[in-house]
């Protein structure tokens, strides 16, 4: 709030207008008064007052009226109600409708000053709440945009310069000096798939999510998930079953988010199984709703650590030591929540876990829609992804 | 390809442009490089060129972005296939709200992210100069 704060006092009485000039001449503030309701909301706009005070009880518009339209007007005026002595259930009832305090009749001075100090303190609040909550999402759109500038572009500068220099070596390098460069060259890989992950971890947008949801299988992102964990996967010679029940149930959703919040449960899933082992996705159809089951038969998770999961840059080393940026299920559950679904986990220490996507159901609507019944698991691991 | 192709590079990291310039160079391209769209957009117009390579980020935000719209508008240079290269995917999306992922700047383009693996960068340049080839449109 810049300057004196203005308040406003509507009230038909000439005396309680007089009063309250009175009362608060001299206390630093810019006052203005209103005989009516009407009156007061016209002043309303060219005064633009920080407080408003409005007598419940007036000939004409009712103190309810003003308080409505004030709100319409500007939500971040405050206001106190004068109501007479008896009448306290109004003063409460116009609380309940915004009013941010109520003064009963007849009130001393001290009173009355006291108020208005304090409903001159909660409108510069308010203030200071909204300029910290802007600038809050501006620190996080900022933060997005210098990691993922500042950070990745002299990471890619890096590695570009990497891939050139393995081609002109490649005729001339020793074994070890070829494997050195292929450290090199996957360490830096995981750095920007990190730095990448950590971006979309804070500038995840749900509105856009929501706004470029379309009907699609869930066949497509399950497919592509897989596709881009098999490399992953296939090193730590790790299987991963399909199984899609046909023709695939569908859902309202973003095919690229839904994928990544797939891929995600997947390399978990990866990270945590031991050599060799297996995975296997599922997708089924059950009231309505598509449950996409990620299960693996790796470490577990011990039950204390269950709550933490899905919390920002929670991390736990895989089998292998792998390391992770703390926030896949994170992200993974922020895109579910976008497309309006849950994600939970279910995990025996020692044994594996699942993690089970749940997304409502998009109806049948002609060919290619899902059925409405749970039916049987049609495809079975020989499908596989394809 | 009877010549030799010569390829525009307007990116403002010259570390980056070394990396993707040896990889074009080395499979017989010509290069030249512009360090700010201003530079770039005066080269491609005092010489004739077969393909752009065009950062998004460059200075103050989005240049990358103008030049390309800039390019689109040009009658003389509306054709020439355009290679975007940007280091994140998502900037393009939401410089265009409402668009595709992927909008058409003009008629022939192709969008890789950075770091770009060379024989990914290979393929697509060959690609957009074999398209405008077959587009019968000299782009030169």
């Known amino acids: 709030m810049e300057g004196k704060a203005r308040i406003l006092v509507i009230d038909d009485e000439e005396i309680v207008l007089d009063s309250c000039t009175e009362i608060l001449r001299g206390e630093g503030y810019q006052l203005a008064t209103a005989s009516d309701g009407m009156r007061g909301l016209a002043l309303v706009k060219e005064f633009r007052p920080d407080v408003v005070v409005v007598d419940l009880k007036m000939p004409g518009l009712s103190g309810f009226d003003v308080l409505a339209r004030l709100r319409e007007a500007d939500p971040t005026v405050v206001t106190v109600v004068i109501t007479g002595y008896a009448t306290v259930s109004s003063a409460v009832e116009a609380m309940k409708s915004g009013a941010y305090d109520f003064l009963p009749k007849p009130f001393t001075p001290e009173e009355f000053r006291l108020i208005i100090r304090r409903a001159v303190e909660k409108r510069s609040l308010t203030f200071e709440a909204m300029a910290l909550r802007r600038e809050r999402d501006l620190l996080r759109e900022h933060f997005a945009a210098i990691v993922s500038h500042e950070l990745k572009a002299p990471l890619a500068a890096i590695q570009q310069n990497i891939f050139v220099l393995e081609r002109q070596l490649a005729a001339t390098a020793t074994p070890d000096q070829r494997e050195r460069l292929a450290r090199v060259k996957a360490r830096m890989a995981d750095l920007i798939q990190m730095v990448d992950t950590w971006r979309r971890g804070v500038s995840i947008d749900i509105e856009a999510i929501k706004s470029r949801q379309v009907p699609v299988s869930v066949r497509i992102p399950i497919d592509k998930a897989v596709e881009s964990a098999l490399v992953y996967a296939t090193r730590k010679a790790v299987t991963i079953d399909v199984a899609v029940p046909e023709p695939a149930p569908r859902v309202m959703g973003d095919q690229g988010t839904l994928t990544e919040a797939l891929v995600n449960l997947l390399s978990n899933a990866v990270k945590f199984s031991r050599d060799g082992g297996r995975i296997e996705v599922t997708a089924e159809v059950r009231d309505d709703e598509v449950r996409i089951a990620v299960t693996d038969h790796g470490v577990g998770i011990a039950p204390d650590e269950l709550p933490h999961l899905f919390e920002a840059f929670y991390t736990q080393p895989g089998v292998g030591g792998e390391r992770g940026s703390g926030l896949g299920l994170a992200v993974s559950r922020r895109i579910v929540e976008a497309h309006g679904g849950a994600i939970t986990v279910q995990s025996t220490p020692g044994q594996g876990s699942t993690f089970v996507i749940t997304l409502p159901m998009l109806g049948d609507d002609g060919p290619g829609g899902a059925r409405r019944e749970a039916e049987p698991l049609a495809a079975s691991a020989k499908d596989g992804p394809r | ?140």
């Open chain 2, 1 to 140: 390809m009877s010549e030799r192709k010569r390829l525009m590079i307007i990116d403002d990291d010259p570390d980056f442009v070394a990396g993707i310039r040896a990889i074009l160079d080395g499979a017989g391209y010509e290069t030249e490089v512009a360090y700010n769209p201003k530079d770039g957009f005066a080269a491609l117009k005092a010489r004739p060129h077969d393909l752009l390579l065009l950062d998004i980020m460059m200075g103050r935000g989005a240049e990358g972005v103008m030049m390309a719209r800039k390019l689109r508008k040009d009658p003389a240079l509306k054709d020439l296939p355009i290679l975007i290269i940007t280091g994140i995917r998502e900037q393009i999306a939401f410089m265009f709200p409402g668009q595709a992922v992927h909008p058409n700047f003009v008629p022939l383009n192709e969008l890789i992210e950075k770091p770009v693996e060379p024989d990914l960068l290979l393929e697509r340049v060959k690609a957009l100069l074999q398209a405008a080839e077959t587009r019968g449109q000299p782009v030169s």
